[in-house]
C-alpha cells in the first residue's frame, strides 16, 4: 500500500522547473517519475500550475503543485494499494481536484503536473507490486495482449522549427520514420545514420553554425529557406546514408502557433516579419496536399488552428486514405475532444501526451477510443523533457506502433527510445516491429 507521497522541484531539459514525484509504499519501496512541459502548448491542455512568483525561476517556479502532492494528494492516497490506479487516478482528478470546464476534468485546483506525477510513479509501484515489467502491467491496464508486443516506429526529428528553434522555419518539425526496418533497433541506427548525414550536408551547404540543434535535438539550421528546400535537403541525406526506400517522412506544422485568428489566414512568413506568405486555409490544404504528392510524406501532425475543424476535415477527407492526419494541440489527449474529432472526422490519428490530460487512466482511455475508431496513436514526449522515459513502455504497452521523441541526439530523447531498445531485447521473438503497420498494429 501507499505509504506516502514526496515531491520536489527539478529542472527540465529547457532548464525550467518541473514536478517529480515518488510514491513510497509500505514495504519501503520507492517510485519515481517527473512530468514534461511543452512549448507550442494546446489551449484545451489540462492546466499546469506553476507559481507565477517572477522572483523564482521568472515565474516557472511549481512549490506550488509540490505542496499539493504533500498536502492534499499524499494524506488521501495512504493506505491505499498502489495496483488500484484507475481508483485512484478518478480519486485523484474527481474529487480531490474535481475542477471542470466544457472539455471534462480540467485540473485546475491540484494542477495536471502534480497528478500526472503521482500518476505516473504509482504505475510503476503497480508494475513492481505484480512482478512484471511496466510495459506489462501498462498492457494489462488497456486491455492489451501479453502474449506478443509491438515496438513502435520512431519518428525521429531531424530538423527543428517553429517555437523549438531559431530559424525562419513556421512547420515545427521534419521527422524520418524507418519504416522499412526490422526493428526497432535497426530503425534507430537506420535514424542516427541518416541524422549524421544530415549534419555533414548542413555543414558543407551552411556553414558549421547550420548543425546547432533545436529543442527537441533536431537540426535548428537557420538558412533554411522553406519546407520544400528541407524536404530535399532530407531526402539528399537519406540517400548518402544509404538509406532510400527505407524511410517514410513525417511533419508536425504546430499551426495553431502560425494560425492568425483575426483574418482566419495562416502566415508561414512569421518568424521573418516579411509577411509575404499569408495563405488562406483552402491555400494550405493544397500545400500539405502537394507536399504529400511529391515527397514521401506519410503522417501530418497539427496542419491547422486547434479550432479550425473544418480544414481539417477538408484534408483528412482528401488525403486521409493515403496518410495519417495526426491531431495534437486539436485533440490535447483528452477523452471528450477525441469522441468529437471521431464524430466530425477531423483527423485518423491522435497525438498522445501524457502530460496534456494529467493522468494515466485518461491517456489509456484516450488512445482505446482512438484506436477503437480504426485511428492510428502516436505516443509522443514535450518539447520540455526529463531523464523518465515512462513513454517508451508506455508505447510498448499500448501497442500504438509509433513515437516521437525528438532526435537520435540529446539523453533526454534518446532516454526513451533506449529504453524501447532494452525492452525488445528482452521480448527476443515476442516483440514484433510495427514498420509499415504504424497506423494499425492490430494485425500484427
Ligand atoms: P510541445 O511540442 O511539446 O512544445 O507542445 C511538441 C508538439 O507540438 O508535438
Ligand atoms: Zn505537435
Given at each position: 500500500?501507499?505509504?506516502?507521497?514526496?515531491?520536489?522541484?527539478i529542472?527540465?531539459?529547457?532548464?525550467?522547473?518541473?514536478?517529480?514525484?515518488?510514491?513510497?509504499?509500505?514495504?519501503?519501496?520507492?517510485?519515481?517519475?517527473?512530468?514534461?512541459?511543452?512549448?507550442?502548448?494546446?489551449?484545451?491542455?489540462?492546466?499546469?500550475?506553476?507559481?507565477?512568483?517572477?522572483?523564482?525561476?521568472?515565474?516557472?517556479?511549481?512549490?506550488?503543485?509540490?505542496?499539493?502532492?504533500?498536502?492534499?494528494?499524499?494524506p488521501?492516497?495512504?493506505?491505499?494499494?498502489?495496483?488500484?490506479?484507475?481508483?485512484?487516478?478518478?480519486?485523484?482528478?474527481?474529487?480531490?481536484?474535481?475542477?471542470q470546464n466544457?472539455?471534462?476534468?480540467?485540473k485546475?485546483?491540484?494542477?495536471a503536473?502534480?497528478?500526472?506525477a503521482?500518476?505516473?510513479?504509482l504505475?510503476?509501484?503497480?508494475?513492481?507490486d505484480?512482478?512484471?515489467?511496466?510495459?506489462?502491467?501498462?498492457?494489462?491496464?488497456?486491455?492489451?495482449?501479453?502474449?506478443?508486443?509491438?515496438?513502435?516506429?520512431?519518428?525521429?526529428?531531424?530538423?527543428?522549427?517553429?517555437?523549438h528553434?531559431?530559424n525562419?522555419?513556421?512547420?515545427?518539425?521534419?521527422?524520418?520514420?524507418?519504416?522499412?526496418?526490422?526493428?526497432f533497433?535497426?530503425?534507430?541506427?537506420?535514424?542516427?545514420?541518416?541524422?549524421?548525414?544530415?549534419?555533414?550536408?548542413?555543414?558543407?551547404?551552411?556553414?558549421?553554425?547550420?548543425?546547432?540543434v533545436?529543442?527537441?535535438?533536431?537540426f535548428?539550421?537557420?538558412?533554411?529557406?522553406?519546407?520544400?528546400?528541407?524536404?530535399?535537403?532530407?531526402?539528399?541525406?537519406?540517400?548518402?546514408a544509404?538509406?532510400?526506400?527505407k524511410?517514410d517522412?513525417?511533419?508536425?506544422?504546430?499551426?495553431?502557433e502560425?494560425?492568425?485568428?483575426?483574418?482566419?489566414?495562416?502566415?508561414?512568413?512569421?518568424?521573418?516579419?516579411?509577411n509575404?506568405?499569408?495563405?488562406?486555409?483552402?491555400?494550405l490544404?493544397?500545400?500539405?496536399?502537394?507536399l504529400?504528392?511529391?515527397y514521401?510524406i506519410?503522417?501530418?501532425?497539427?496542419?491547422?488552428?486547434q479550432?479550425?475543424f473544418?480544414?481539417?476535415?477538408?484534408?483528412?477527407?482528401?488525403?486521409?486514405?493515403?496518410i495519417q492526419?495526426?491531431?495534437?494541440?486539436?485533440?490535447?489527449?483528452?477523452?471528450?475532444?477525441?469522441?468529437?474529432?471521431?464524430?466530425?472526422?477531423?483527423?485518423?490519428?491522435?497525438?498522445?501526451?501524457?502530460?496534456?490530460?494529467?493522468?494515466?487512466?485518461?491517456?489509456?482511455?484516450?488512445?482505446?477510443?482512438?484506436?477503437?475508431?480504426?485511428?492510428?496513436?502516436?505516443?509522443?514526449?514535450?518539447?520540455?523533457e526529463?531523464?523518465d522515459?515512462?513513454i517508451?513502455?508506455?508505447?510498448?504497452?499500448?501497442?500504438?506502433?509509433?513515437?516521437?521523441s525528438?532526435?537520435?541526439?540529446?539523453?533526454?530523447?534518446l532516454a526513451?527510445?533506449?529504453?524501447?531498445?532494452?525492452?525488445?531485447?528482452?521480448?527476443?521473438?515476442?516483440?514484433v516491429?510495427?514498420?509499415?503497420?504504424?497506423?494499425?498494429?492490430?494485425?500484427?
Amino acid at each position: 500500500t501507499i505509504a506516502q507521497l514526496k515531491a520536489r522541484e527539478i529542472l527540465d531539459s529547457r532548464g525550467n522547473p518541473t514536478i517529480e514525484a515518488d510514491v513510497i509504499t509500505s514495504t519501503g519501496h520507492v517510485f519515481r517519475a517527473a512530468v514534461p512541459s511543452g512549448a507550442s502548448t494546446g489551449i484545451y491542455e489540462a492546466l499546469e500550475l506553476r507559481d507565477k512568483d517572477e522572483k523564482r525561476y521568472l515565474g516557472k517556479g511549481v512549490l506550488h503543485a509540490v505542496d499539493n502532492v504533500h498536502k492534499i494528494l499524499s494524506p488521501a492516497l495512504k493506505g491505499l494499494n498502489v495496483v488500484d490506479q484507475s481508483k485512484i487516478d478518478k480519486l485523484m482528478v474527481e474529487q480531490l481536484d474535481g475542477t471542470q470546464n466544457e472539455w471534462g476534468w480540467c485540473k485546475q485546483k491540484v494542477g495536471a503536473n502534480a497528478i500526472l506525477a503521482v500518476s505516473l510513479a504509482l504505475a510503476r509501484a503497480g508494475a513492481h507490486d505484480k512482478k512484471i515489467p511496466l510495459y506489462h502491467y501498462l498492457a494489462e491496464l488497456a486491455g492489451k495482449r501479453t502474449d506478443k508486443f509491438v515496438t513502435p516506429v520512431p519518428s525521429l526529428n531531424i530538423i527543428n522549427g517553429g517555437a523549438h528553434a531559431g530559424n525562419s522555419l513556421e512547420i515545427q518539425e521534419f521527422m524520418i520514420m524507418p519504416t522499412g526496418a526490422s526493428s526497432f533497433r535497426e530503425a534507430m541506427r537506420i535514424g542516427a545514420e541518416t541524422y549524421h548525414h544530415l549534419s555533414k550536408l548542413l555543414k558543407k551547404k551552411y556553414g558549421k553554425s547550420a548543425s546547432n540543434v533545436g529543442d527537441e535535438g533536431g537540426f535548428g539550421a537557420p538558412q533554411i529557406k522553406d519546407e520544400n528546400e528541407t524536404l530535399e535537403l532530407i531526402l539528399e541525406a537519406i540517400q548518402s546514408a544509404g538509406h532510400t526506400g527505407k524511410i517514410d517522412i513525417a511533419l508536425d506544422a504546430a499551426a495553431s502557433e502560425f494560425f492568425d485568428g483575426k483574418t482566419g489566414n495562416y502566415n508561414l512568413s512569421q518568424k521573418t516579419g516579411k509577411n509575404d506568405r499569408i495563405l488562406t486555409p483552402d491555400q494550405l490544404i493544397d500545400l500539405y496536399a502537394n507536399l504529400a504528392s511529391h515527397y514521401p510524406i506519410k503522417s501530418i501532425e497539427d496542419p491547422f488552428d486547434q479550432d479550425d475543424f473544418s480544414s481539417y476535415q477538408k484534408l483528412t477527407k482528401r488525403i486521409g486514405d493515403k496518410i495519417q492526419i495526426v491531431g495534437d494541440d486539436l485533440l490535447v489527449t483528452n477523452p471528450k475532444r477525441v469522441q468529437s474529432g471521431i464524430d466530425g472526422k477531423w483527423v485518423n490519428a491522435l497525438l498522445l501526451k501524457v502530460n496534456q490530460i494529467g493522468s494515466v487512466t485518461e491517456s489509456i482511455e484516450a488512445s482505446n477510443m482512438s484506436q477503437r475508431a480504426g485511428w492510428g496513436v502516436m505516443v509522443s514526449h514535450r518539447s520540455g523533457e526529463t531523464e523518465d522515459n515512462f513513454i517508451g513502455d508506455l508505447v510498448v504497452g499500448l501497442g500504438t506502433g509509433e513515437i516521437k521523441s525528438g532526435a537520435p541526439c540529446r539523453s533526454d530523447r534518446l532516454a526513451k527510445y533506449n529504453q524501447i531498445m532494452r525492452i525488445e531485447e528482452e521480448l527476443g521473438n515476442r516483440a514484433v516491429y510495427a514498420g509499415h503497420h504504424f497506423r494499425d498494429t492490430s494485425k500484427l
